[in-house]
């Protein structure tokens, strides 16, 4: 498969529209997060379609670094602690929720870590070959500790959610990671995102049903 701006915008655009129609079919506010997903993953996906344009460029140099902090932004500090906390506002089992609300604890024990490894080291982004290749002056400090608990920010949530068929949003992700560490190591940000993007697309459906089951649950009048 070929990354390019072509790629990057086409998802942005899919997943953009997609992220809205998720957001429409959502009757109460404690589903708008995880029907947001989408979206947000929309947004990402047209930043790093602005790093394909700029980068061999050079003129934009100013713009390049703002896209650069918006996607590692999201992929290092709002996914670690969004992901868990939009599955816990639609868990509705007690003891679930208590697992939910360790992840969400992690997630944010990440989002801190990683704000200040992005606010005190220099990155960068550049091209090579048909990838992005995000260089962290961090690179080091993210050791297997810090992998292990990103990792269970933001693929564990799903295991454990009493929706039915939940956990194959949670296994398509995880499959999608250990594709992209044995074969894109070298641009795991960039390619992990692009699959996980996609895979969100998933969200829809379970939004769908969600709805719909809430709907059913309500007293007539």
Known sequence: MCFSAGASFTAGVVLTVIGVASIKKTNHKS?????SIPFIFGVQQFAEGILWLTIPIGNYFVLQKMATYVYLFFAHI???LWVPIAILLIEKIRTRKTIQKFLVVTGIIVSLYLAYCLSTYKVSAVIEGHHINYILDYSDLMNNFWIFLYALATIAP???SHIKRMWILGFTILVSYLITQIFYENYILSVWCFFSSIISIIVYFFIKDISKNSLQRKPNN
Do not use: E, T, V
């Open 78 to 80: 709002l996914w670690p």
């Open 31 to 35: 589903q708008l997060f995880f029907a």
């Open 158 to 160: 799903p295991f454990f």
